[in-house]
């Protein structure tokens, strides 16, 4: 299928499982994650690409709009601390964490290790202040939770954007293998290390956008 065709199908299953889902009283998110897992467990489905830039045109902003016009102003004043602490320290925590594990068991280099948890950094936002809904937490809690994950991307943004404009062009090194890496490249590499029987198959996939290194 083409990509108006892929995202019409999607949109229409999405909203199956929506429905589904608040008919037996399961999260939406979870539901559509639970969608997901056995969609990919059917045999013959094809593996479905759709352009990033188109994906995060559509889905990201309705997704996140409800959160922004429903986000009490005046709770995310008296929670500041707390959300900041969340939306800033624990991501540039996350992403330290995920840096020195990669460099530690995958022998990713410093700068590539950091753009991949810059990446991984951010809880995804739907699917938290779902869940803190589906729990019935309290409204604090609750709106920590959505100042936290309405924040936590421009913190993410700006480590992506630092790691890669320090960094520049990058070499990569799997074991005996080296692969270099220009700003703006797409690739994929396996990690041919010689602790690959000890990790088994894996592999890696990064993004550099060019103009963030500008």
């Known amino acids: 299928m083409r990509g108006f065709e892929t995202i019409l199908v999607l949109i229409c299953a999405s909203t199956g499982l929506a429905v589904l889902g608040r008919r037996v009283s399961i999260p939406v998110p979870i539901m559509l994650v639970f969608g997901g897992l056995v969609a990919a467990l059917i045999p013959g489905v094809q593996v479905v690409e759709i352009d990033p830039a188109l994906a995060f045109t559509i889905f990201v902003p309705p997704l996140l709009f409800r959160s922004a016009i429903t986000t009490s102003l005046r709770g995310l004043r008296a929670n500041l601390r707390s959300v900041t602490l969340l939306a800033v320290g624990l991501v540039i925590a996350t992403a330290l964490a995920v840096a020195a594990a990669a460099h530690h068991f995958f022998h990713l280099g410093w700068a590539p290790a950091f753009v991949l948890g810059a990446i991984l950094a951010p809880p ?68 041919g290390t010689p602790h690959s029987e000890k990790y088994g198959p894996q592999g890696a996939t990064y993004w550099v956008a060019r103009r963030n290194a500008r």
Do not use: C, K
Request: net charge negative; glycine share 8%; hydrophobic share 45%.
């Open 124 to 191: 995804d936002a739907v699917i938290g202040i779902s869940l803190a809904r589906a729990l019935r937490l309290s409204r604090r809690s609750i709106t920590i939770i959505e100042g936290e994950t309405l924040l936590n991307d421009t913190t993410a943004f700006i480590l992506y954007a630092q790691a890669v404009v320090t960094e520049g062009e990058m070499w990569l090194t799997f074991g005996t293998h080296t692969q270099h890496l220009g700003v703006g490249d797409t690739f994929h590499v396996p990690l």
